[in-house]
């Protein structure tokens, strides 16, 4: 099986919601940190440095959330 390297970039508020931005896929993870050290120094990534993460992915492996999934809203816990 071949694999993928997801870069997202992740904004965690102070309310605990995020805001999740996928920035793209690729086929190394030296191309995925090239890709997240062009966007680093752009309006809001610069301002939360922390929030890349780079995964490495599957093509056709198993799915995620295969039992589905729950939300809550805030203050629901």
Do not use: C, N
Not at 13 to 42: C, N, P, T
């Amino acid at each position: 099986m071949s694999t993928v390297f997801l870069l997202q970039h992740v904004h965690e508020f102070d309310d605990g919601h995020e805001d999740v931005k996928r920035i793209g896929i690729f086929s190394s993870e030296a191309l995925a940190r090239a890709a997240q050290r062009r966007v680093a120094d752009q309006p809001g990534f610069r301002d939360h440095p922390h929030g890349f993460d780079i995964s490495e992915q599957q093509v056709d492996g198993p799915i995620g959330w295969s039992e589905g999934y729950v939300t809550i809203q805030a203050g629901e816990e």
